[in-house]
């Protein structure tokens, strides 16, 4: 039996071996893409490469290790597209479309949408951003905060997109079909308190409004009252407002203080939410295609076909040039079992490192829209 230290000297010397022509691969691939750049062809050919895969497992003498040999060789053909995209970024061949850098946002002399009605969360992070005294205005749905911000009937949207506790709003997620644009996120502590009419005893509550998030946030306290009745309400805001049309004090809602204020509401119980730190993350989206110079979150939202590895190639682009994956959620796309995958990664669009994976994704998923940079 050969010595433990033998044997790895051994297998330093073929990584040697291998080292080096990995490297010389490489160069021929560069010369490849200069190629493929003068005559307009496409860095992937998806046909060459299954043949390629096809052609270096035939010459696998032991059968156990040919799928070994496609991933080397799948990741070996990755890591030259990706340097093949780099190389056309570099050159000059990007995709990009146009779009304005500016220092700051003008926070002066704007209209803001907000879902809900006046002491709604999303009003409150509007304020929050936009400053106590702005001119902003509720509707009743968030598809109608895009449809305002698109007819530019306002200048800024405001939609919750990310809950602490209870995740994805994924309805927003759904509207991502408008060319409106995510300019910067503000954040929101969720203080959630039981309010009622004035005089309200809450021994004789038989139904309780909110929103579902507000909901499924407070659901220990709710389970204390296992006989109410809940009934979802588009917010929060809106669940207290109702309150006072029914003018019945069996019915409560789940609301923020400030809404109790605006409508005269009785606070009931405090403290409700199941955690206590817990934050909603709103996203400021604008018509104009427009980021901050300083921005450092990238969005994107991209649809892959349905096989195997397909979704684990695209993410690989962000991996390979060195950004940090923020998050990741999938939403059932137009043909059913397919998905459209949102992707939150770290960067500006104008670091050479976010254009070349936004490339690589670019010509290798089925589609893919930029979301914002923020």
Same mark, same amino acid.
């Given at each position: 039996?050969?010595?433990?230290?033998?044997?790895? #000297?051994?297998?330093?010397? @073929?990584?040697?071996?291998?080292?080096?022509?990995?490297? !010389? +691969?490489?160069?021929?691939?560069?010369?490849?893409?200069?190629?493929?750049?003068?005559?307009?062809?496409?860095?992937?050919?998806?046909?060459?490469?299954?043949?390629?895969?096809?052609?270096?497992?035939?010459?696998?003498?032991? #059968?156990?290790?040919?799928?070994?040999?496609?991933?080397?060789?799948? *990741?070996?053909?990755?890591?030259?597209?990706?340097?093949?995209?780099?190389?056309?970024?570099?050159?000059?061949?990007?995709?990009? #479309? %146009?779009?304005?850098?500016?220092?700051?946002?003008?926070?002066?002399?704007?209209?803001?949408?907000?879902?809900?009605?006046?002491?709604?969360?999303? !009003?409150?992070?509007?304020? $929050?951003?936009?400053?106590?005294?702005?001119?902003?205005?509720? =509707?009743?749905?968030?598809?109608?905060?895009?449809?305002?911000?698109?007819?530019?009937?306002?200048?800024?949207? /405001?939609? %919750?997109?990310?809950?602490?506790?209870?995740? &994805? =709003? /994924?309805?927003?997620?759904?509207?991502?079909?408008?060319?409106?644009?995510?300019?910067?996120?503000?954040?929101?502590? @969720?203080?959630?308190?039981? /309010?009622?009419?004035?005089?309200?005893?809450?021994?004789? =509550?038989?139904? /309780?409004?909110?929103?579902? *998030?507000?909901?499924?946030?407070?659901?220990?306290?709710?389970?204390?009252?296992?006989?109410?009745? +809940?009934?979802?309400?588009?917010?929060?805001?809106?669940?207290?407002?109702?309150?006072?049309?029914?003018?019945?004090?069996?019915?409560?809602?789940?609301?923020?203080?400030?809404?109790?204020?605006?409508?005269?509401?009785? =606070?009931?119980e405090t403290g409700i939410a199941d955690l206590s730190n817990n934050t909603t993350r709103f996203v400021i989206i604008t018509n104009a295609r427009r980021?901050?110079? $300083?921005?450092?979150?990238?969005?994107?939202?991209?649809?892959?076909?349905? #096989?195997?590895?397909?979704?684990? $190639?695209?993410? &690989?682009?962000?991996?390979?040039?060195?950004?940090?994956m923020y998050k990741i959620e999938s939403r059932p796309a137009d043909k059913q079992w397919d998905y459209k995958f949102f992707v939150d990664f770290e960067?500006?669009?104008?670091?050479?490192?976010?254009?070349?994976?936004?490339?690589?994704? !670019?010509?290798?998923?089925?589609?893919?829209?930029?979301?914002?940079?923020?």
């Amino acid at each position: 039996m050969l010595d433990l230290n033998v044997i790895r #000297e051994q297998i330093d010397g @073929i990584d040697k071996q291998l080292v080096d022509l990995f490297e !010389q +691969r490489m160069k021929l691939t560069k010369e490849v893409a200069e190629y493929k750049i003068q005559t307009g062809k496409k860095v992937l050919d998806t046909q060459r490469e299954r043949a390629k895969i096809e052609a270096v497992t035939k010459l696998v003498k032991n #059968e156990a290790n040919v799928h070994a040999i496609d991933d080397l060789f799948s *990741q070996i053909m990755a890591n030259s597209r990706k340097g093949q995209y780099q190389l056309l970024e570099a050159m000059g061949q990007t995709l990009r #479309e %146009p779009y304005e850098a500016i220092e700051s946002i003008n926070k002066e002399g704007v209209k803001i949408v907000y879902q809900g009605v006046p002491g709604a969360y999303t !009003q409150e992070a509007a304020c $929050n951003f936009f400053g106590e005294d702005c001119d902003n205005y509720g =509707v009743p749905t968030w598809r109608d905060v895009m449809e305002a911000v698109k007819n530019k009937e306002a200048d800024y949207g /405001v939609l %919750p997109i990310e809950n602490s506790t209870t995740g &994805s =709003v /994924v309805g927003v997620y759904d509207l991502q079909e408008y060319d409106n644009y995510i300019i910067a996120e503000t954040f929101v502590n @969720i203080d959630h308190v039981l /309010v009622g009419l004035k005089g309200t005893d809450i021994n004789k =509550v038989t139904t /309780v409004y909110s929103h579902p *998030q507000g909901i499924m946030q407070c659901d220990h306290f709710l389970n204390t009252h296992k006989d109410w009745q +809940r009934i979802h309400q588009a917010n929060t805001a809106m669940a207290a407002k109702m309150l006072l049309s029914e003018n019945d004090n069996t019915h409560v809602a789940i609301s923020s203080k400030k809404a109790a204020q605006i409508y005269g509401l009785e =606070v009931l119980e405090t403290g409700i939410a199941d955690l206590s730190n817990n934050t909603t993350r709103f996203v400021i989206i604008t018509n104009a295609r427009r980021f901050l110079k $300083n921005a450092n979150k990238t969005s994107i939202v991209f649809e892959t076909a349905n #096989e195997a590895g397909t979704l684990y $190639n695209l993410l &690989s682009h962000i991996i390979y040039n060195g950004l940090n994956m923020y998050k990741i959620e999938s939403r059932p796309a137009d043909k059913q079992w397919d998905y459209k995958f949102f992707v939150d990664f770290e960067g500006n669009i104008d670091d050479p490192r976010v254009m070349n994976a936004l490339r690589g994704i !670019q010509e290798e998923a089925k589609s893919i829209k930029l979301l914002g940079n923020y």
